[in-house]
């Protein structure tokens, strides 16, 4: 084997230098992450001390120091506790859980769905059983689901209905059904028609109201009358005629039915908007 030669005295030198120079970088970063703790923890200390004596400053604020002085802010605030009530009263009731339950809550509706705006909303007037079905045939033609039924119908309430809804013990709808039914029997005093069929014999064809006109109002208010038999509307829109050769025609051919009191309808109109026509034209 080869024998090391020893350093010589300059190579020593350099040698120690350089551990000196290394241990000198190393003391100075160690003092620096010293000072960087140290910075931190009387950070902490001074942010612990100040969050403690704002709550006690807040908490000694808050609390009267006498019962005089107790009573005093009483008196001098006399309804300041009858807000406080009331806002928390509402708070209540802003954060109950509402009459769905849980499973209905829960439930995602379908991504992009958005509620038909053909419905007017529901104010507590007129049939429940109508504005069910109404409710019901168009959310099915857009796929809605039970839940969907659920979700859906507080938005088309409103007035005493929407207050209603709001009355509803917490978790008592799982189902369309548990919702549907109860509303139906809350508003069935509150099927108001306008007419009835007797109404009908009140509606007259004008003095200058197109055939047209007078059958399109009439069965417009037809339509809103329940349950009303055809020999009664056909005896009534009969009866409304203007006095003229139409009206003649009618009396001498007796339709029957209302099929055949429209055809008869179809070609008078056809000649009286043909003759308006005429008279359009004529003086071009």
């Not at 379908?110 to 045939?137: E, M, V």
Request: charged fraction near 25%; hydrophobic fraction near 35%.
């Amino acid at each position: 084997m080869v024998e090391q030669l020893p350093h010589t005295p300059s190579e020593l030198l350099r040698m120690v230098t350089e551990l000196q120079q290394a241990n000198q970088c190393m003391a100075e970063e160690n003092q620096r992450m010293a000072n960087q703790i140290a910075n931190l923890n009387n950070a902490r200390i001074e942010n612990n001390n100040d969050r403690q004596e704002r709550t006690e400053e807040a908490k000694h604020q808050s609390e009267p120091t006498h019962v005089f002085e107790t009573a005093r802010c009483e008196d001098e605030q006399p309804g300041y506790n009858e807000e406080a009530r009331q806002e928390n009263e509402n708070d209540d009731l802003e954060n109950s859980p509402g009459p769905f339950t849980a499973e209905v809550m829960n439930f995602v509706l379908p991504r992009r769905f958005t509620l038909p705006t053909t419905l007017a909303p529901y104010d507590g007037l007129g049939d429940p059983k109508k504005y069910i079905k109404k409710f019901i045939s168009i959310m099915i033609v857009i796929g809605a689901s039970d839940k969907v039924l659920c979700r859906c119908f507080p938005s088309y309430l409103d007035g005493p209905a929407l207050d209603w809804f709001c009355s509803l013990p917490a978790g008592s709808i799982s189902h369309f059904r548990d919702l549907s039914n109860p509303f139906e029997e809350h508003f069935a005093g509150s099927a108001i028609y306008l007419h009835d069929s007797d109404y009908l014999n009140t509606i007259k064809q004008g003095q200058h109201e197109s055939l047209r006109d007078y059958v399109t109002r009439f069965t417009k208010i037809a339509m809103s009358i329940p349950d009303l038999h055809l020999e009664v509307k056909l005896h009534a829109i009969k009866s409304g005629l203007r006095l003229g050769k139409f009206q003649e025609t009618i009396a001498v051919a007796k339709p029957k039915t209302m099929a055949e009191f429209r055809e008869k309808v179809k070609g008078q109109i056809d000649i009286e908007e043909l003759q308006q026509a005429q008279k359009t034209e004529r003086p071009q």
